[in-house]
Nanobody, 127 residues
């Protein structure tokens, strides 16, 4: 499985941005659970949110609840992270990750539960 994150950029605080994760490889998109993580300079990688195989279930880290939304288009093999009301503290490299052994309803929040990682896309929020 290969993952390609894209869509990062510079946005002002309060603005919106959507980043995408294209999933390819032997396992079809609908059989992988996908998670989004981020890593800010000097900080540990942290869970942002995740989505189950079919998109029926999502989970978010508390600081992004109500602002970020994860969705997926399995026909396009793409998972989206829509970010609204962005804050300066959201500045980070955003990574998508996949678990190809996920059970139907599972959303995984630990990086150790993911087998494949994308290269990351930088999101910078200016004040």
């Amino acid at each position: 499985v290969q993952l390609q994150a894209s869509g990062g950029g510079l946005v002002q605080a309060g603005g919106s941005l959507t980043v995408s994760c294209a999933v390819s490889g032997r396992t079809s998109n609908e059989r992988v659970a996908v998670g989004w993580f981020r890593q800010a300079p000097g900080k540990e990688r942290e869970f942002v949110g995740g989505i189950s195989r079919t998109g029926a279930y999502t989970q978010y880290e508390d600081s992004v609840k109500g602002r970020f939304t994860i969705s997926r288009d399995n026909a396009r093999n793409t998972v989206f992270l829509q970010m609204n009301s962005l804050k300066v503290e959201d500045t980070a490299i955003y990574y998508c990750a996949a678990n190809h052994r996920a059970i139907y309803s599972a959303v995984y929040s630990s990086p150790n539960q993911y087998y494949y990682w994308g290269q990351g896309t930088l999101v910078t929020v200016s004040s």
